[in-house]
């Protein structure tokens, strides 16, 4: 459990039951393609699939960017962040890709946020989507899962994980 010292939070760390390091700092996972590629053929995927590090776009009709969903761990100032996919209306990546590299602060989208991750999925289950603002600015976008949501993921989002759940997410993902 974290302890706020002289009103101060503490900075998330825990010792990993796998390799015995200590690991510090909110941990970070990315997933490097959305996950919807992943029943596209490898021999279809050159010509199906167009993908980069930030864009990607499947069939030419399915446009993707990627971005950041922070999950605050609380007594901390640390977040659990997850390097995510969200789609896009083509009017909306259009947009986003004609001012890539410049600061996009005061921007937004809709997107639906279309995740496996786990802890919140059980290996073999569907994809959740997610409705989603998608939060431009100077660098990477955030995602923001509409509030009316209750799946365990946008609660988590809205109201931060404990530390004891953080340390549970991380040893899912790091071992």
Not at 5 to 10: L, N, T, V, W
Not at 144 to 173: K, M, N, Y
Request: glycine content about 8%.
């Amino acid at each position: 459990m974290a302890i706020a010292i002289d009103g101060r939070k503490k900075t998330f760390a825990f010792k990993c039951s796998c390799c015995g390091e200590i690991h510090e700092g909110g941990p970070s996972f990315a997933y490097s393609e959305p996950p919807h590629t992943f029943g596209i053929p490898e021999n279809e995927r050159a010509r199906r699939v167009w993908l980069d590090s930030d864009l990607c776009v499947l069939d030419e009709e399915f446009f993707f960017i990627r971005a950041i969903l922070e999950v605050p761990i609380r007594e901390t100032e640390d977040s659990f962040l997850w390097g995510v996919w969200v789609s896009q209306s083509k009017e909306s990546f259009e947009r986003y890709v004609d001012s890539f590299g410049g600061d996009q602060t005061g921007h937004q989208s809709f997107g639906w946020l279309a995740v496996s991750l786990p802890g919140y999925v059980k290996p073999g289950e569907p994809l959740v989507s997610l409705p989603t603002a998608v939060i431009w600015g100077e660098e990477r976008p955030h995602i923001r899962i509409h509030d009316e949501q209750d799946h365990p993921l946008a609660v988590d989002q809205r109201e931060g994980i404990s530390w004891d759940r953080a340390v549970e997410l991380a040893l899912l993902l790091t071992h």
